[in-house]
């Protein structure tokens, strides 16, 4: 028996959910996909009194278009994301940071909301939701409310979320014409943790220049880190490898704090950061009708 | 005291390779663990118990996932396979027939994840490309090195469960 004894819960609503937080409030863990929180309980790094599963709650697994986006449930699977023919086709760059996730073993378990609520720094969904300002909609006590990604991510492994509050949707944006994406990354082996990605969004302009920006690192921090002064260099400017290249040194000159472990060093995380950003750029590029 | 009932057993009723099943489990109790210890079903591997080696990889409702990564409470009204469903009394399943035909393993202890794992991949896409194989196959770990025999071992299940005609010289390298 690996895991400490927990109680065990298993609510059908939202609100139901919502009630058993509220009710256990720090001791509680929410299990949904359980492919980061299983491990921590195996291990017993993890060990919360309370255990509120949310795979039996009703009504969090659907993918719908609205006018403002893809609004996908907290509990749908990486697996139905990456399957999903609408994801694909309006919101790519979800599709593709979708299949760098692990295997396809863990993507038939590992949910949406749970990525974005576990943050770990080193995974996509976190920066792919700050590079499509996503909106993440959490149901707590006192009610709904919704978060801004750039307002989610505080920290390693935390987020804006309260004790009692249960991420039920996300919106991602979608693209309108003209605009260029890249979700890349370096891992030991494919489907291991990044050591560092990026997450790239151009936007066409005017006269082949860039009228918008956005770029996303992961793994090389605390959080998603979204490298301002590297975005600034490309709006308005008409694009090219020594822009590219140059965004990329601002991009690993926007990293604090690289993780330095032993998968990577904080210097090889940064040189990663410049190489992605670099060839992320003329990746979204060439798909916003933007190539050199 | 008020946690007292933390490891109260709740009741468990599934299907594991089209048997019914009915037990009491402690909540903590892993599926994997459930498999192996109440229902004596060891041909599913316990390796790493943090979803890296894919050993424990079963099919719930038809899909692939890491029997240590889920709660036994979780699987109340799944319905599971395990490797021991797959060949029947003494009959090998053609996948398993290509593994042993192309000595896809060695040790063994990796071969019921890898065995599982294509089940699920040619069931979707029987014919299967190299980087499609690669991909279903990523996330499962042996430590004999035997990939390259594994991925040979795969078209060859792919091959016979499609009903191809044996290749000349099959059986060989």
């Known amino acids: 028996m690996k895991p400490a004894p927990f109680e065990y819960f298993a609510p059908e609503t939202v609100d139901e ?176 943790f990044a050591m560092a990605g990026v997450a790239v969004t151009l936007k066409r302009g005017r006269r082949g220049r860039c009228a918008d920006a956005r770029v996303v690192l992961f793994g090389v921090g605390p959080a998603p880190v979204r490298a301002r002064a590297a975005e600034q260099l490309l709006v308005g400017e008409a694009p090219g490898e020594t822009l590219f290249a140059e965004a990329g040194r601002s991009a690993g000159e926007a990293i604090d704090e690289p993780l330095s472990d032993v998968h990577a060093s904080a210097e090889y995380r940064r040189h990663l950061a410049q190489v992605l950003t670099r060839r992320g750029l003329a990746e979204a590029a060439a798909r916003a009708g933007l190539a050199p | 005291m008020e946690r007292s009932h933390a490891m109260t057993p709740r009741r468990v009723s599934l299907t594991v390779n089209g048997e019914s099943f009915e037990a009491l489990v402690e909540p903590r109790t892993t599926l994997v663990d459930f498999l192996r210890g109440e229902l004596g079903l060891t041909g599913t591997h316990v390796g790493c118990e943090q979803g890296a080696c894919g050993a424990c990889t079963i099919l719930l409702d038809g899909k692939t996932v890491r029997s240590c990564l889920m709660l036994a409470v979780q699987a109340d009204g799944a319905s599971l396979m395990t490797v021991e469903g797959l060949g029947s009394d003494g009959r090998l399943h053609p996948i398993q027939e290509a593994f042993r035909e192309e000595h896809g393993l060695q040790c063994g202890f990796c071969t019921p994840g890898f065995l599982m794992s294509l089940f699920e991949l040619l069931h979707d896409r029987p014919d299967p490309t190299d980087e499609e194989l690669r991909d279903a196959l990523g996330g499962q770990i042996c430590r004999c090195t035997g990939y390259q025999a594994i991925l040979r071992s795969a078209r060859l299940a792919a091959a016979k469960l499609r009903g191809d005609p044996a290749p000349a010289g099959a059986g060989g390298t």
């Open chain 1, 17 to 192: 959910a919502v009630a058993l937080l509220a009710e256990h409030g720090d001791e509680a863990k929410i299990l949904a996909g359980g492919q980061s929180l299983m491990p921590l309980l195996n291990m017993r790094l993890a060990r919360p009194a309370a255990l509120v599963d949310a795979t039996k709650v009703a009504g969090l697994d659907a993918i719908r278009e609205t006018r403002r986006g893809l609004v996908i449930g907290a509990m749908t699977s990486k697996r139905t994301v990456e399957r999903s023919a609408l994801v694909r086709e309006r919101q790519p760059l979800l599709h593709a940071a979708t299949l760098l996730i692990a295997h396809p073993q863990i993507r038939n378990r590992g949910t949406v909301g749970g990525s974005l609520a576990h943050a770990d720094p080193a995974a996509e969904y976190p920066a792919v939701a700050v590079a499509l300002d996503a909106e993440l909609t959490a149901r707590g006590p006192r009610g709904e409310r919704r978060i801004a990604a750039a307002d989610f991510f505080v920290s390693y492994l935390t987020t804006a979320l309260e004790p009692a509050e249960l991420l039920t949707e996300v919106r991602f944006p979608t693209f309108g014409d003209g605009t260029g994406w890249a979700c890349q990354e370096i891992a030991r082996r494919h489907g291991d």
